[in-house]
C-alpha cells in the first residue's frame, strides 16, 4: 500500500486545515486508516482513525471535538478535518494503513503502511 498526504502548511490559531491521504495497492475498503502526529522532540502519538466500512472512529482526548476523521472509499482517500487549530497541534502528521482483521485502532504497532508525512504548523 502506497499512502500519500496532502493538504498540509502554516495556519493561525483558531484555523482550520484538511488533510488528505490517497492510496493506493490495495482495496482500499479492506483497510483501516489512522493518523499520527510527531512534534520534534516527542514520540509519535495517535491522533485519529477509522474502521474499513467507516463506521467506527476513535480520536485522541486531545482532539475530540475539533477533529474529524472521514474516508470516501470511492476515491481511495481519507481526510482529516482539523478545526480550531491550537500551537500544540504543531507536528508532522503520518497517515497510515492497516489490513488485519482485528485491529487497535489508537495502537501505532497495528499500521503496517505508513506514509511520509507533511507539516502541520500552527501559529500563535
Known amino acids: 500500500v502506497q499512502l500519500v498526504e496532502s493538504g498540509g502548511g502554516l495556519v493561525q490559531a483558531g484555523g482550520s486545515l484538511r488533510l488528505s491521504c490517497a492510496a493506493s495497492?490495495?482495496?482500499?475498503?479492506?483497510?483501516?486508516m489512522g493518523w499520527f502526529r510527531q512534534a520534534p522532540g516527542k514520540e509519535r502519538d495517535f491522533v485519529a482513525a477509522?474502521?474499513?466500512?467507516?463506521?467506527?472512529?476513535s480520536y485522541a482526548d486531545s482532539v475530540k471535538g475539533r477533529f474529524t476523521i472521514s474516508r470516501d472509499n470511492a476515491k481511495n482517500t481519507v481526510y482529516l478535518q482539523m478545526n480550531s487549530l491550537k500551537p500544540e497541534d504543531t507536528a508532522v502528521y503520518y497517515c497510515?494503513?492497516?489490513?488485519?482483521?482485528?485491529?487497535?485502532?489508537?495502537?501505532?504497532?497495528?499500521?503496517?503502511?505508513w506514509g511520509q508525512g507533511i507539516q502541520v504548523t500552527v501559529s500563535s
Open positions: 497510515a494503513a492497516s489490513g488485519r482483521v482485528r485491529v487497535a485502532l489508537a495502537s501505532a504497532g497495528t499500521y503496517d503502511y
Open positions: 477509522i474502521s474499513r466500512s467507516g463506521g467506527i472512529t
Open positions: 495497492g490495495r482495496t482500499f475498503s479492506s483497510i483501516s
